[in-house]
């Protein structure tokens, strides 16, 4: 999928992409806000000949006006794939087990797969290949850290997250990273689980850094601001890493708070290539998943 997001991407800087889901149309619905994956979606199916519907969380309330199931499988009939922005990850897995077409999951509690794809692909860009690279992140063992870990060890890439003790990665995502990891095609990528950021960017050819409070945990907010200050991803941490480190953020960014202003605009940070590789990466999910359709 990801070379089909290089060979999307250039046809569509080329001059535009041929309309390979002519008279498609996805369903997204959201139960949270969203800039990115919002737009990159709707804009990936218009370039690709098809359209998209935002559904808000006030028209669907999904599990609340109506079952989830039922939701599934009235939207089967009337599009032909569905993206889902959910706050409980069983929600989005309710949705693909009584839909009969492909469910996208556009973040959920647990993970957030389609920003992954994007970042495989920046990093992809900047350094050739993800294998043998260093990835580290700093701060909350969240959703977006949990498809990092994921998409690293798939690809061959080692991954290091340094969190505050009760902020770690959830561990039956850990366990499948570990399974992913062994069955690597070579050498096995490692992953290091630590507290330390300035042992965790040593060597780092990749510093990823995401909101200290995710949606959803918004009453948490002043517990957190007192815990996660000394994973601040400023300049002193980037200059202990590689020289070529490149800065990652899934954004939105907090700026002040997980990542200073003066790397999130300075020369090491890719943050906006970063957001706008969600289109291209965005094209090549949904290619795969509806032109067989
Ligand atoms: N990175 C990301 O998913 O951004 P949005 O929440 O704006 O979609
Ligand atoms: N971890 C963040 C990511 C936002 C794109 C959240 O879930 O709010």
């Known amino acids: 999928m990801l070379d ?14 041929s309309p390979l889901l002519k008279g498609k149309v996805l369903g997204m619905v959201f139960q949270k806000p969203s800039l990115r994956t919002r737009v ?20 669907i309330g999904l599990g609340k006006r109506e079952a989830i199931a039922d939701v599934a499988r009235v939207l089967s009939g009337y599009v032909h794939g569905i993206m889902a922005r959910v706050f409980e990850h069983d929600h989005v897995m309710q949705l693909a087990q009584w839909s009969s077409i492909p469910v996208i999951n556009g973040l959920s509690d647990y993970n957030h797969p389609c920003q992954g794809m994007a970042d495989a692909l920046t990093i992809k860009e900047n350094f050739g290949n993800l294998r043998g690279l260093n990835i580290t992140f700093i701060g909350d063992g969240n959703n977006v850290a949990v498809s990092l870990m994921h998409i690293c060890v798939t690809l061959g890439a080692n991954f290091t997250i340094a969190s505050p003790e009760g902020y770690d990665i959830n561990p039956i995502a850990i366990e499948k990273a570990r399974q992913i990891a062994s069955a690597f095609n070579g050498k096995s990528p490692s992953l290091n689980f630590l507290r330390d950021p300035h042992k965790a960017v040593r060597d780092a050819h990749v510093i990823y850094t995401d909101t200290w409070t995710s949606m959803g945990q918004e009453e948490e907010t002043k517990i957190r601001e007192k815990v996660f200050p000394p994973y601040q991803v400023n300049a002193e941490l980037v200059g202990e890493a590689r020289q070529d480190v490149i800065v990652m953020h ?23 290539p970063q957001a706008h590789n969600r289109l291209h990466a965005q094209k090549a999910i949904l290619v795969r998943l509806l032109s067989v359709n």
């Open 40 to 59: 990159s979606f709707d804009m990936a199916m218009r370039h690709l000949g098809g359209d998209a519907l935002y559904l808000s969380p006030s028209e």
């Open 4 to 17: 089909l997001a290089v060979s999307l991407k250039q046809e569509y800087q080329a001059g535009g992409n």
């Open 250 to 272: 899934c954004l939105p960014a907090h700026r002040g708070q997980e990542i200073t202003d003066e790397v999130a605009d300075g020369s090491h940070s890719v943050l906006f």
